[in-house]
T-cell receptor, first 112, second 115 residues
């Protein structure tokens, strides 16, 4: 079955710097790759997603890149702010009718 | 608009007691439904998912079970809880129709402590 690996498990960056979180997936049939942000004690919420027919997608300070050949995708956060501190999860699925497998999460801390 | 309800928010149960967590979705029909568990400081582990009434796929062998008695109702159960069952349980749903995003929408979660 699908396996999603996520690195690093923890990341600390200076406010204003960029943060990058990387994920790899095992099932080449996966075609949907969402990223979720989970603040302390709250539910995960989607922040950005990408489909396999797209190589890059950007939404303000957040961008995601996908390399289908290498089966990896990354989350890039630029100009980090204190409110970016949270746990971030990548995920992969084979479409809207299949299960969604999550990575192990990255705890991002923004240093003032 | 669609909403998901999950209850209770917190639960403390003794070892060996039964468990029943309920999740309902409003505003959509025939959703995909999921149960995830998040241990302290860990990732989201998929426990069960369902694509329709009575259709349950189990991802991890354990003493938990799931049922979907109605289209928009998903129940997580155990006959006898173990200490290792403690964690944050999240119910989620996604749109099954081709062309939609497949994004998962999560309930508020249930923090279960087995003592």
């Amino acid at each position: 079955g699908e396996n999603v690996e996520q690195h690093p498990s923890t990341l600390s960056v200076q406010e204003g710097d960029s943060a990058v979180i990387k994920c790899t997936y095992s099932d080449s049939a996966s075609n949907y790759f969402p990223w979720y942000k989970q603040e302390l004690g709250k539910r995960p919420q989607l922040i950005i997603d990408i489909r396999s027919n797209v190589g890059e997608k950007k939404d303000q300070r957040i961008a995601v890149t996908l390399n289908k050949t290498a089966k990896h995708f990354s989350l890039h956060i630029t100009e980090t702010q204190p409110e970016d501190s949270a746990v971030y999860f990548c995920a992969a699925s084979k479409g809207s009718a299949s299960k969604i497998i999550f990575g192990s999460g990255t705890r991002l801390s923004i240093r003032p | 608009s669609q909403t998901i309800h999950q209850w209770p928010a917190t639960l403390v149960q003794p070892v060996g007691s039964p468990l029943s967590l309920e999740c309902t979705v409003e505003g959509t029909s025939n959703p995909n439904l999921y149960w995830y568990r998040q241990a302290a400081g860990r990732g989201l582990q998929l426990l069960f998912y369902s694509v329709g009434i009575g259709q349950i796929s189990s991802e991890v062998p354990q003493n938990l079970s799931a049922s979907r008695p109605q289209d928009r109702q998903f129940i997580l159960s155990s006959k006898k809880l173990l200490l290792s069952d403690s964690g944050f349980y999240l119910c989620a749903w996604s749109v099954p129709r081709t062309g939609r995003s497949g994004e998962a929408f999560f309930g508020q979660g249930t923090r279960l402590t087995v003592v």
